[in-house]
C-alpha cells in the first residue's frame, strides 16, 4: 500500500479473528506499530498471524468493548493512535490521508470517518448502514473510550470530520447476525442496569417497534431487499431483548 512506514500507532482488539486479520493487517502496514490485545484468548491462529505480521500482542481477559480498546491504546508508542476492528479494512485513498494528517494535524485531536459496510458481496447504503461515521484517528492524550458494550472515544479536544471511508466487513450470514445481537444485547442489558436505568413491562415492545420503523421505514431499509428486511428485524428483536433481558434483571435483584 504505502511503502514508508510513518510514526503512527494502530490498536487492535481480537478473539478468533484468524479469517479476518490478515486482510486487516495488511491494509495499515503504513504505520510502524500495531499493537494487537487478544481478548479472551483467541483458540484458533489469531496470535500467530500477528506475530508473523510484526505485532506486538498482548493476552487479556475480555473487559467489554471500551475498556479493552483503552487497554490497547496504554500500550500504544505513538501521540497519534488509529484504531481498527479486525472485521476492518482501510482503503489506499484513506491510507493516504491519514498520512497527511499525521504530517500536519493542525489543530484536530481526533477525527471521524464514514464506514463502508458490506452484507452478501455489496455495499449497503441504506438500513442506518452508511455512512455509519466513527471516531477512528486519536490522539492518545486527548480522549478515552467510554462505554463497556460499545466503546465511543471521547475527547476532550476538537474533533473533524474525514470524508474518505473505511471498509467494514461486520457479518458474514443472517446466522452470524443474530449471535452476535445475542450477544450485545445482553451485555447492554446488564449495561444499562448498572447506569441505573429501568424497564417496565411495555418497554421492550415499544423500544423494539420503534427500531423497526426507524431502521425498515426512516433509514429506508425496505431498499436493501430481503436484507434490508433482516436488518430491520434482526435490529427490532435486539432492541426488544436488550430491554427484556433488563426487566430480567430487576427482577431477580429484588429476590
Same mark, same amino acid.
Given at each position: 500500500m504505502l511503502p514508508e512506514k510513518i510514526p503512527l500507532s494502530v490498536a487492535i482488539i481480537t478473539k478468533d479473528e484468524e479469517k479476518r486479520l490478515p486482510e486487516c493487517l495488511k491494509s495499515v502496514s503504513f504505520a510502524d506499530d500495531i499493537v494487537v490485545v487478544v481478548d479472551s484468548r483467541s483458540t484458533d491462529r489469531t496470535l500467530e498471524i500477528a506475530e508473523r505480521f510484526g505485532c506486538r500482542v498482548f493476552i487479556e481477559d475480555w473487559k467489554g468493548d471500551g475498556p479493552q480498546k483503552n487497554s490497547a491504546i496504554d500500550k500504544c508508542k505513538h501521540e497519534w493512535i488509529l484504531i481498527v476492528d479486525a472485521d476492518e479494512r482501510i482503503p489506499e485513498e484513506t491510507a493516504r490521508e491519514i498520512k497527511q494528517i499525521?504530517? @500536519?494535524p493542525k489543530n484536530a485531536d481526533a477525527y471521524?470517518?464514514?464506514r463502508r459496510n458490506y452484507f452478501?458481496? !455489496?455495499w449497503i447504503k441504506y438500513s442506518g448502514w452508511w455512512p @455509519? !461515521?466513527?471516531? !477512528?484517528?486519536?490522539r492518545k492524550s486527548k480522549g478515552r473510550f467510554q462505554a463497556i458494550t460499545h466503546g465511543r472515544?471521547?475527547?476532550?479536544?476538537i474533533l473533524e470530520k474525514v470524508d474518505v471511508p473505511f471498509d467494514h466487513y461486520s457479518f458474514t450470514c443472517y446466522s452470524d447476525m443474530l449471535t452476535i445481537m445475542e450477544i450485545r444485547s445482553t451485555d447492554m442489558a446488564r449495561e444499562l442496569f448498572e447506569a441505573g436505568? !429501568?424497564?417496565n413491562v411495555f418497554t421492550p415492545f415499544f423500544h423494539g417497534i420503534a427500531m423497526f420503523i426507524k431502521v425498515y421505514i426512516l433509514k429506508l431499509g425496505f431498499l436493501n431487499g430481503l436484507d434490508g428486511f433482516i436488518f430491520a428485524i434482526t435490529r427490532a428483536g435486539g432492541t426488544f431483548f436488550k430491554y427484556a433481558q433488563l426487566l430480567e434483571l430487576q427482577r431477580e435483584n429484588k429476590r
Amino acid at each position: 500500500m504505502l511503502p514508508e512506514k510513518i510514526p503512527l500507532s494502530v490498536a487492535i482488539i481480537t478473539k478468533d479473528e484468524e479469517k479476518r486479520l490478515p486482510e486487516c493487517l495488511k491494509s495499515v502496514s503504513f504505520a510502524d506499530d500495531i499493537v494487537v490485545v487478544v481478548d479472551s484468548r483467541s483458540t484458533d491462529r489469531t496470535l500467530e498471524i500477528a506475530e508473523r505480521f510484526g505485532c506486538r500482542v498482548f493476552i487479556e481477559d475480555w473487559k467489554g468493548d471500551g475498556p479493552q480498546k483503552n487497554s490497547a491504546i496504554d500500550k500504544c508508542k505513538h501521540e497519534w493512535i488509529l484504531i481498527v476492528d479486525a472485521d476492518e479494512r482501510i482503503p489506499e485513498e484513506t491510507a493516504r490521508e491519514i498520512k497527511q494528517i499525521i504530517s @500536519d494535524p493542525k489543530n484536530a485531536d481526533a477525527y471521524s470517518f464514514p464506514r463502508r459496510n458490506y452484507f452478501h458481496g !455489496r455495499w449497503i447504503k441504506y438500513s442506518g448502514w452508511w455512512p @455509519d !461515521r466513527t471516531v !477512528r484517528l486519536v490522539r492518545k492524550s486527548k480522549g478515552r473510550f467510554q462505554a463497556i458494550t460499545h466503546g465511543r472515544w471521547e475527547t476532550s479536544g476538537i474533533l473533524e470530520k474525514v470524508d474518505v471511508p473505511f471498509d467494514h466487513y461486520s457479518f458474514t450470514c443472517y446466522s452470524d447476525m443474530l449471535t452476535i445481537m445475542e450477544i450485545r444485547s445482553t451485555d447492554m442489558a446488564r449495561e444499562l442496569f448498572e447506569a441505573g436505568k !429501568r424497564a417496565n413491562v411495555f418497554t421492550p415492545f415499544f423500544h423494539g417497534i420503534a427500531m423497526f420503523i426507524k431502521v425498515y421505514i426512516l433509514k429506508l431499509g425496505f431498499l436493501n431487499g430481503l436484507d434490508g428486511f433482516i436488518f430491520a428485524i434482526t435490529r427490532a428483536g435486539g432492541t426488544f431483548f436488550k430491554y427484556a433481558q433488563l426487566l430480567e434483571l430487576q427482577r431477580e435483584n429484588k429476590r
